[in-house]
């Protein structure tokens, strides 16, 4: 039996590439990628940005995601990349697109890509755990203990099944500051993962911590996503856009 092809003619090409950086806040942190992936399609159809196709039976609006954060967690540091069949401005798409979203669901930037790839440019992300009923004092021996060790094996279910993962070594540091609100019964965890496979997560480093030190907070922890993107020689995180920006600009 020959091969069917989809009737009619072939989808406009794509003729414009834009980057576009989100943040998930509030409410909308419990937001799971795939509602996410929902409320941007159709925010893209009411803002009437002209998107290039796929091709196929099932076309599908051309979309890369990079890197999304779990369900559950915020995210000031959330990024795609969206193919378009005319040129738009791109502050244009980002006001446009902003006002159809949720509140929660903000875009913050769109740039226009630039060459390479932006997934290959996500090494590491820097997070904020908040730890309820966690003392500062208690919060750094925890944090001294997860450093001194070598491996920290933590098992949890992947795609593939159960699987151990080692959550020590893709940590490049980790750090306790106090809660803004001087509240002696909270700690703040700021630490900079290594992107791997699969990914470490917050609720992995808090589940490490426990299984090292104990460490046991009163309810469940908070997590943010600061930024995410290429790494420096000082373990500092880089905007993954500024090339975009300024093609003259380097990557660390």
Do not use: C, N
């Amino acid at each position: 039996m020959a091969r069917r092809t989809p009737e009619g003619p072939p989808p406009p090409p794509t003729v414009q590439r834009l980057r576009v950086r989100y943040a998930k806040r509030g409410r909308l942190r419990f937001s799971s990628h795939r509602d996410f992936a929902r409320a941007f399609e159709r925010a893209l159809r009411r803002a009437e940005i002209p998107m290039a196709y796929s091709a196929g039976f099932s076309p599908h609006p051309k979309i890369s995601y990079v890197g999304a954060s779990p369900t559950g967690v915020a995210s000031e540091a959330e990024y795609l990349e969206i193919g378009l069949a005319a040129e738009r401005d791109p502050a244009a798409v980002r006001a446009a697109l902003d006002a159809v979203l949720p509140d929660g669901l903000d875009i913050d930037e769109v740039v226009t890509a630039g060459p390479g790839s932006l997934a290959e440019r996500m090494h590491a992300s820097r997070w904020r755990i908040e730890l309820p009923g966690v003392t500062l004092e208690d919060a750094r021996s925890a944090v001294d203990a997860f450093l001194a060790a070598e491996h920290l094996p933590v098992e949890r279910m992947t795609k593939s099944g159960r699987r151990e993962v080692d959550v020590r070594t893709p940590v490049l540091s980790m750090i306790v500051v106090p809660h803004t609100t001087d509240d002696p019964g909270r700690a703040i965890l700021v630490t900079v993962v290594r992107q791997v496979t699969p990914t470490v997560r917050p609720d992995d480093v808090v589940v490490a911590l426990r299984d090292v030190a104990g460490l046991a907070p009163a309810g469940p922890p908070v997590s943010v996503r600061l930024a995410q993107g290429p790494l420096d020689d000082a373990h500092d995180i880089g905007d993954p856009l500024a090339t975009d920006r300024d093609p003259t600009a380097t990557s660390p």
